[in-house]
């Protein structure tokens, strides 16, 4: 609504209420469409688009329909959603959400407007080459795969591949099945694999160029705006259950980064014109910060305060080792180890993801919490307030429902006890970054600079920056991001420019 308003030179100056992000707040692991919201609120059961527009699939079709139609279709969910507005308030205020929602999630809700509308400019030309150039890759990736299988076969289909690697390539004694029962071939059942053949990497590789490539740098210009000769994504406020941001057309979120292939596809996205090159500003380790600063873990709190290197810190204290003797190795492990903590990894997960046995990875774990002893603490009295209360809250009092919780089932149960300890943290992050959007957003506008805020993703911004508020812009985001909460370590921004989103970054 605020984007249609600002197409037509409308301004809106009024106070904002959405049912939607209301809802979203309340529930967030529920689905949030009006139509859900007012039966199950109102009782009252909304046309459906579907039934109303017919089964016609053409753009546009609510302007091809009689204004007296379209009058009492607005009118039903404009009623809704007023009816609706009296429950919401009453129960965010109940539950202790309502000032994050009028003063982070609302004020949001008008930033990301402006950023849609902004868009991002994308190198056509950039990304032809790159899909010739991945096209090459995978017809290698696939005459490598037909040598090593001993025949051709659709390497895409799941049941051709389980057949190649289990039935004649005997790659496993006793592979597991899906319901369906056909093997199962998803990444997680073929990394367990890897070490068996080298036919494991290659198809690995195969699948993840031909998601990028479908998924990204085919597909992206297809999405480049007629009008604005940008791209122009759509933000939502009200999907993760975290309170992360997520957004669609493109989903900018899921661009691979730990892979070089992934990474290049950031090299597309471009400033706008010669005047402008594209800035990034990312929190530096946030989410350990988070952790830091929420379980008051003396060893923690030191080594930010101190500005030291986190991961050798940790490596230094779970190997036992001064700092200067350690190594590569080491501080790789401890990395693992520290974000993989907030996730709650287990000593089967280290061990599948640093390479080592499960054994050590148990005693690196152990002596993790030997050496930052709050830490557990703090995870401990997280899962014992979960089931206390069925659910957990961030530092700005955004809340994740744990329904399963106190499951008699173990697996289903440790599900829960993981988000216990991960809502809190990565829910922060999403906090914090919000609030740093809207402050960085007054402070562009209060100064009528030309640099504009773009993107959104993760712990991460993306600017358009006028060449001559280089500094200025620089200053400011860096300022507004540090400053946005205080914690009990310093949040620290790393900043990058170039001229596109990959030299940024």
Same mark, same amino acid.
């Given at each position: 609504?605020?984007?249609?308003?600002?197409?037509?030179?409308?301004?809106?100056?009024?106070?904002?209420?959405?049912?939607?992000?209301?809802?979203?707040?309340?529930?967030?692991?529920?689905?949030?469409?009006?139509?859900?919201?007012?039966?199950?609120?109102?009782?009252?059961?909304?046309?459906?688009?579907?039934?109303?527009?017919?089964?016609?699939?053409?753009?546009?079709?609510?302007?091809?329909?009689?204004?007296?139609?379209?009058?009492?279709?607005?009118?039903?969910?404009?009623?809704?959603?007023?009816?609706?507005?009296?429950?919401?308030?009453?129960?965010?205020?109940?539950?202790?959400?309502?000032?994050?929602?009028?003063?982070?999630?609302?004020?949001?809700?008008?930033?990301?407007?402006?950023?849609?509308?902004?868009?991002?400019?994308?190198?056509?030309?950039?990304?032809?080459?790159?899909?010739?150039?991945?096209?090459?890759?995978?017809?290698?990736?696939?005459?490598?795969?037909?040598?090593f299988a001993g025949n051709e076969f659709n390497i895409s289909s799941p049941?051709?591949?389980?057949?190649?690697?289990?039935?004649?390539?005997?790659?496993?004694?006793?592979?597991?099945?899906?319901?369906?029962?056909?093997?199962?071939? /998803?990444?997680?059942?073929?990394?367990? =694999?890897? @070490?068996?053949? !080298?036919? &494991?990497?290659? %198809?690995?590789?195969?699948?993840? *160029?031909?998601?990028?490539?479908?998924?990204?740098?085919?597909?992206?210009?297809?999405?480049?705006?007629?009008?604005?000769?940008?791209?122009?994504?759509?933000?939502?406020? /009200?999907?993760?259950?975290?309170?992360? =941001?997520? @957004?669609?057309? !493109?989903? &900018?979120?899921? %661009?691979?980064?730990?892979?070089? *292939?992934?990474?290049?596809?950031?090299?597309?996205?471009?400033?706008?014109?010669?005047?402008?090159?594209?800035?990034?500003?990312?929190?530096?380790?946030?989410?350990?910060?988070?952790?830091?600063?929420?379980?008051?873990?003396?060893?923690?709190?030191?080594?930010?305060?101190?500005?030291?290197?986190?991961?050798?810190?940790?490596?230094?204290?779970?190997?036992?080792?001064?700092?200067?003797?350690?190594?590569?190795?080491?501080?790789?492990?401890?990395?693992?180890?520290?974000?993989?903590?907030?996730?709650?990894?287990?000593?089967?997960?280290?061990?599948?993801?640093?390479?080592?046995?499960?054994?050590?990875?148990?005693?690196?774990?152990?002596?993790?919490?030997?050496?930052?002893?709050?830490?557990?603490?703090?995870?401990?009295?997280?899962?014992?307030?979960?089931?206390?209360?069925?659910?957990?809250?961030?530092?700005?009092?955004?809340?994740?429902?744990?329904?399963?919780?106190?499951?008699?089932?173990r697996m289903i149960r440790a599900m829960a006890e993981r988000n216990a300890?991960?809502?809190?943290?990565?829910?922060?992050?999403?906090?914090?970054?919000?609030?740093?959007?809207?402050?960085?957003?007054?402070?562009?506008?209060?100064?009528?600079?030309?640099?504009?805020?773009?993107?959104?993703?993760?712990?991460?911004?993306?600017?358009?920056?006028?060449?001559?508020?280089?500094?200025?812009?620089?200053?400011?985001?860096?300022?507004?991001?540090?400053?946005?909460?205080?914690?009990?370590?310093?949040?620290?921004?790393?900043?990058?420019?170039?001229?596109?989103?990959?030299?940024?970054?």
């Amino acid at each position: 609504a605020i984007k249609i308003f600002h197409l037509n030179n409308i301004q809106m100056k009024g106070t904002l209420f959405d049912v939607q992000i209301a809802h979203y707040l309340l529930n967030p692991d529920k689905r949030n469409s009006l139509d859900i919201i007012s039966e199950n609120y109102l009782g009252v059961l909304l046309q459906e688009n579907r039934a109303f527009l017919g089964k016609r699939r053409v753009k546009g079709v609510f302007s091809d329909l009689e204004p007296s139609s379209l009058t009492n279709y607005a009118c039903e969910r404009a009623v809704s959603i007023f009816n609706l507005f009296s429950f919401f308030e009453e129960e965010m205020k109940e539950k202790g959400v309502f000032k994050l929602f009028k003063e982070i999630e609302l004020p949001l809700s008008k930033v990301l407007a402006k950023m849609e509308l902004e868009g991002i400019s994308l190198d056509r030309n950039m990304l032809k080459r790159f899909s010739i150039e991945l096209t090459k890759k995978l017809e290698i990736i696939v005459s490598k795969i037909y040598g090593f299988a001993g025949n051709e076969f659709n390497i895409s289909s799941p049941k051709q591949m389980g057949e190649i690697l289990f039935d004649k390539m005997q790659l496993c004694k006793k592979p597991k099945k899906t319901k369906s029962g056909q093997y199962a071939t /998803s990444e997680e059942a073929l990394l367990k =694999l890897k @070490s068996e053949h !080298p036919i &494991i990497n290659e %198809i690995l590789n195969f699948r993840a *160029i031909k998601k990028i490539l479908s998924t990204y740098v085919d597909t992206l210009p297809d999405l480049i705006n007629k009008k604005t000769q940008r791209i122009h994504t759509t933000f939502n406020q /009200s999907v993760a259950s975290t309170g992360r =941001l997520s @957004s669609v057309n !493109p989903n &900018i979120q899921n %661009i691979p980064i730990r892979t070089e *292939i992934g990474m290049k596809v950031r090299e597309a996205f471009i400033a706008r014109n010669d005047d402008f090159t594209l800035m990034c500003a990312d929190y530096s380790q946030i989410e350990l910060r988070i952790m830091a600063s929420l379980s008051k873990d003396k060893g923690m709190l030191s080594a930010f305060n101190n500005g030291e290197d986190i991961h050798v810190a940790t490596a230094a204290k779970v190997y036992n080792v001064p700092l200067h003797e350690v190594d590569k190795v080491m501080r790789s492990n401890a990395k693992s180890v520290n974000f993989g903590i907030i996730y709650g990894i287990s000593a089967f997960g280290l061990s599948q993801n640093i390479g080592i046995k499960r054994k050590e990875a148990k005693d690196i774990i152990d002596n993790y919490f030997i050496q930052f002893p709050q830490v557990k603490k703090y995870m401990d009295w997280l899962i014992i307030e979960a089931r206390k209360k069925q659910y957990v809250e961030t530092i700005m009092g955004r809340r994740r429902y744990l329904k399963d919780i106190n499951a008699k089932n173990r697996m289903i149960r440790a599900m829960a006890e993981r988000n216990a300890i991960n809502a809190p943290i990565q829910g922060s992050a999403a906090d914090i970054i919000k609030i740093a959007m809207i402050e960085v957003d007054k402070e562009i506008e209060r100064r009528k600079m030309q640099s504009k805020m773009l993107l959104q993703v993760h712990d991460e911004l993306v600017f358009d920056m006028h060449k001559s508020e280089s500094l200025e812009l620089k200053n400011l985001v860096k300022e507004k991001m540090e400053q946005a909460v205080n914690l009990e370590v310093p949040l620290i921004v790393d900043i990058g420019e170039g001229a596109n989103w990959l030299e940024a970054h």
